[in-house]
């Protein structure tokens, strides 16, 4: 284990985790061997994120603090302006929770933010995953508006609050010119009548196209596009297929991507995303102190 910035102390032992398809990797901190109250405040991580500097892993944008003993965990989005984010969820950091911590058997994390129950469990014969939203896709709430399509700047939506809250968009209603900016300005007015500020990372939103091939997704995250598709928003978009009335048909097959195709299946009581993989890039120490404590 490298420890950057030698003779500083106090020092804590976090894990890089790299969830493929994810945007980029995870910060995991595993905060049951802190101090109570410790990260509690954006000062306390934004100095994990500065020190991380001094390392191969600059700049991450997603950290975990996971309790291994209850197995909880939250997620913490850091945003471009410095800022963070503590009220969104990630599939894949909660994936990346689980690989550092190198548990071999089925666990069920517990997402403290969203309020989700995923049970991650090794698929046969593999180092893949398949992690299961332990929750109806049908149970109320998840539509929060109680409508399966709503109308935002004359354009048809489904509001899914499923994993994340998401705004999917049938992508015939936008122009591929500009759609990008499209979906920002519809993201903004999901995000007003959600309760959400602009600038918050919350919701997240896709556009999907149902074809001759099947369906397809192209999703923003914080600071562009996805390269794939949230491991989160693979589980809202089963929610919503699984809904009559929204803009989103029932998920049967693999759902392609921009880079690729992700597998999803809906259950009467829970949500599966299949084949997901991660892997440890570095187990580091790195300075912190703690400027408030509970």
Aim: net charge positive; charged share 20%; with cysteine.
């Amino acid at each position: 284990m490298r420890t950057p910035g030698a003779g500083r102390a106090p020092t804590t032992a976090v894990t890089v985790v790299r969830a493929h398809d994810a945007p980029g990797p995870t910060l995991v901190v595993p905060c049951d061997r802190l101090p109570a109250g410790a990260l509690g405040l954006g000062r306390e991580l934004a100095e994990l994120r500065s020190a991380l500097a001094a390392t191969p892993h600059p700049g991450l944008g997603k950290i975990a603090l996971f309790d291994s003993g209850t197995l909880r965990y939250r997620f913490v989005q850091a945003l471009p302006d410095g800022s963070f984010d503590f009220r969104a969820g990630c599939g894949h950091s909660l994936l990346a929770c689980v690989v550092a911590d190198g548990r071999p058997g089925p666990v069920t994390v517990r997402a403290v933010t969203t309020g989700d129950s995923v049970l991650c469990a090794r698929e046969p014969r593999s180092d893949a995953y398949t992690l299961s939203f332990l929750r109806a896709p049908t149970a109320p709430g998840t539509l929060p508006t109680g409508r399966p399509v709503d109308i935002l700047l004359g354009v048809p939506v489904s509001l899914v609050r499923y994993g994340n809250p998401y705004v999917f968009v049938d992508a015939r209603h936008l122009d591929r010119q500009v759609m990008e900016r499209q979906l920002l300005a519809l993201r903004a007015e999901a995000a007003r009548r959600l309760g959400h500020p602009p600038s918050s990372a919350l919701p997240k939103i896709a556009a999907v196209t149902d074809g001759p091939a099947g369906l397809s997704v192209r999703a923003l995250t914080v600071g562009g596009w996805h390269p794939r598709l949230a491991l989160t928003g693979a589980a809202a978009l089963a929610a919503a297929g699984a809904i009559d009335g929204t803009v989103v048909p029932p998920v049967r097959g693999p759902v392609r991507t921009p880079t690729g195709t992700v597998t999803v299946s809906a259950a009467s009581d829970r949500v599966h995303v299949h084949h997901k993989r991660a892997e440890v890039l570095d187990r580091l120490e790195l300075p912190w102190r703690v400027h408030a404590t509970a």
